[in-house]
């Protein structure tokens, strides 16, 4: 059974996070950063311990999409090019998700096309675009790179990042500052804000507009799967002016992925609402340990040949990883 990781995690010397901030503020922040500067041996060392066959890459968020102008087109451009240069050392273990600088969608749309058609990436990440450039990918901005994607036949895969700051402070002010910046990022904030981000793409008209449009997003689907039957009798046909329910657009247009989510549960919701062949096999390495992720995949009550779908199977086919 072929195991691909496809939500794993680096940074370059130049987005790394400053000091005492982002994960460097954790108690294992020196370690983390340890890790995710590994493009190399010891990370192969840690996927082979637990059984994992290829990781797909991508830049820790905010990566380039918080910088504006040429800054931010070259620190994109120089990120691409170190993962690129790795996966050349490990091409059997590795590949990527560029990262773009979403600050000048028509750059980022430039950026996905030589990242694909030059450096062979599968896609590309795109950290939740509100907090870095005041926008959800629904407004009319985000068309040219939008249509990128499709042109290209590459998935977006829309990954949580952190809010504005004065959605912040509304939203989990007052709290202990250790509660309100768990609760805010990996505990709930980023995967409500993400599922609400996906669902704009939906209830926007977006899909339908882009029907081509492969999108996927993690964490048993950032909420998605267990709110997706209410979201359907709330938002009918007659409500949002589209030809179909929001469900079939997600179950046409969105892939979801288990990372770091190793309960059954979620995984087991996301595989019975989106289908089996939509759920997608993540780990999101190093903020969670592949023997973790791995151990998800050996429990999972599923048969041999749904099993090797969720594994790697499924992102076999939609990244066209040979």
Not at 145 to 151: Q, R
Not at 191 to 211: D, I, K, P, Q
């Given at each position: 059974?072929?195991?691909?990781?496809?939500?794993?995690?680096?940074?370059?010397?130049?987005?790394?996070?400053?000091?005492?901030?982002?994960?460097?503020?954790?108690?294992?922040?020196?370690?983390?950063?340890?890790?995710?500067?590994?493009?190399?041996?010891?990370?192969?060392?840690?996927?082979?311990?637990?059984?994992?066959?290829?990781?797909?890459?991508?830049?820790?968020?905010?990566?380039?999409?918080?910088?504006?102008?040429?800054?931010?087109?070259?620190?994109?451009?120089?990120?691409?090019?170190?993962?690129?240069?790795?996966?050349?050392?490990?091409?059997?273990?590795?590949?990527?998700?560029?990262?773009?600088?979403?600050?000048?969608?028509?750059?980022?749309?430039?950026?996905?096309?030589?990242?694909?058609?030059?450096?062979?990436?599968?896609?590309?990440?795109?950290?939740?675009?509100?907090?870095?450039?005041?926008?959800?990918?629904?407004?009319?901005?985000?068309?040219?790179l939008l249509a990128a994607f499709e042109d290209?036949?590459?998935?977006?895969?829309?990954?949580?990042?952190?809010?504005?700051r004065e959605v912040a402070d509304v939203l989990?002010?007052?709290?202990?500052?250790?509660?309100?910046?768990?609760?805010?990022?990996?505990?709930?904030?980023?995967?409500?804000?993400?599922?609400?981000?996906?669902?704009?793409?939906?209830?926007?008209?977006?899909?339908?507009?882009?029907?081509?449009?492969?999108?996927?997003?993690?964490?048993?689907?950032?909420?998605?799967?267990?709110?997706?039957?209410r979201v359907d009798e709330m938002l009918p046909?007659?409500?949002?002016?589209?030809?179909?329910?929001?469900?079939?657009?997600?179950?046409?247009?969105?892939?979801?992925?288990?990372?770091?989510?190793?309960?059954?549960?979620?995984?087991?919701?996301?595989?019975?609402?989106?289908?089996?062949?939509?759920?997608?096999?993540?780990?999101?390495?190093?903020?969670?340990?592949?023997?973790?992720?791995?151990?998800?995949?050996?429990?999972?009550?599923?048969?041999?040949?749904?099993?090797?779908?969720?594994?790697?199977?499924?992102?076999?086919?939609?990244?066209?990883?040979?």
């Amino acid at each position: 059974m072929r195991t691909i990781a496809i939500e794993e995690h680096f940074w370059t010397a130049e987005l790394v996070a400053a000091p005492g901030t982002g994960p460097l503020a954790r108690t294992d922040g020196a370690v983390l950063d340890e890790r995710l500067r590994d493009l190399g041996l010891d990370r192969i060392a840690s996927m082979d311990a637990a059984g994992i066959d290829v990781q797909v890459l991508s830049h820790v968020q905010p990566a380039a999409q918080g910088l504006t102008g040429e800054r931010g087109r070259t620190a994109a451009r120089t990120a691409n090019d170190a993962l690129a240069r790795a996966i050349a050392r490990h091409p059997d273990r590795l590949a990527g998700f560029a990262t773009l600088p979403t600050s000048d969608p028509v750059q980022a749309a430039a950026e996905l096309e030589r990242a694909v058609k030059g450096l062979g990436f599968v896609g590309a990440m795109v950290h939740s675009t509100l907090g870095s450039n005041g926008a959800f990918l629904d407004d009319e901005r985000f068309e040219p790179l939008l249509a990128a994607f499709e042109d290209l036949d590459v998935p977006l895969y829309l990954h949580p990042a952190s809010a504005p700051r004065e959605v912040a402070d509304v939203l989990f002010g007052g709290l202990k500052p250790a509660v309100a910046a768990r609760l805010a990022s990996n505990a709930w904030g980023w995967h409500a804000e993400a599922g609400l981000h996906a669902l704009r793409l939906v209830a926007s008209g977006t899909f339908e507009r882009h029907s081509g449009l492969k999108l996927i997003v993690g964490h048993c689907g950032e909420m998605l799967p267990f709110m997706l039957a209410r979201v359907d009798e709330m938002l009918p046909p007659e409500v949002t002016g589209l030809p179909h329910p929001p469900s079939t657009y997600v179950r046409r247009n969105v892939w979801v992925t288990t990372s770091g989510m190793f309960s059954l549960p979620p995984v087991l919701c996301s595989i019975e609402v989106v289908g089996i062949d939509r759920v997608l096999f993540s780990v999101d390495y190093p903020f969670a340990a592949n023997i973790a992720g791995r151990h998800l995949l050996d429990i999972l009550p599923l048969s041999p040949g749904d099993k090797a779908q969720v594994a790697g199977g499924n992102a076999a086919r939609l990244l066209r990883l040979s």
